[in-house]
Nanobody, 126 residues
Framework: QVQLVESGGGLVQTGGSLRLSCAAS????????MAWFRQAPGKEREFVAR????????YYADSVKGRFAISRDNAKATVYLQMNSLKPEDTAVYYC???????????????????WGQGTQVTVSS
């Protein structure tokens, strides 16, 4: 079992940047594919980005492609989400998630993930 703790959220103006971190503990982090999801008030949780256990493959939602970058440091058991050119529509609670299946299928729905963090709020002001 793995425990996930997100940090780095906050309030930023349109066009600004934030870097989210998700620290993992309790299991071999390098065995998990990791992802970021987000959930805005009144909306379903939506996929943002995914990075495979080796770190060699990434996948992004169209809405963030070219602005966000997911990365991981297996030695530190941490996954990151660098968010640039932020827009008000990026406002949401951001969650990291772990997928233990080691499938190469790109899982973009929440039910494809076994473990979740508690979330960190990102607010982008216009």
């Amino acid at each position: 079992q793995v425990q996930l703790v997100e940090s780095g959220g906050g309030l930023v103006q349109t066009g600004g940047s934030l870097r989210l971190s998700c620290a993992a503990s309790g299991a071999t982090f390098s065995r998990y594919t990791m992802a970021w999801f987000r959930q805005a008030p009144g909306k379903e949780r939506e996929f943002v980005a995914r990075i495979y256990w080796s770190g060699l493959g990434t996948y992004y939602a169209d809405s963030v492609k070219g602005r966000f970058a997911i990365s991981r440091d297996n030695a530190k058991a941490t996954v990151y989400l660098q968010m640039n050119s932020l827009k008000p529509e990026d406002t949401a609670v951001y969650y990291c998630a772990a997928d233990s299946s080691r499938t190469m299928v790109v899982r973009t729905t929440p039910r494809g993930y076994d473990y979740w963090g508690q979330g960190t709020q990102v607010t982008v002001s216009s």
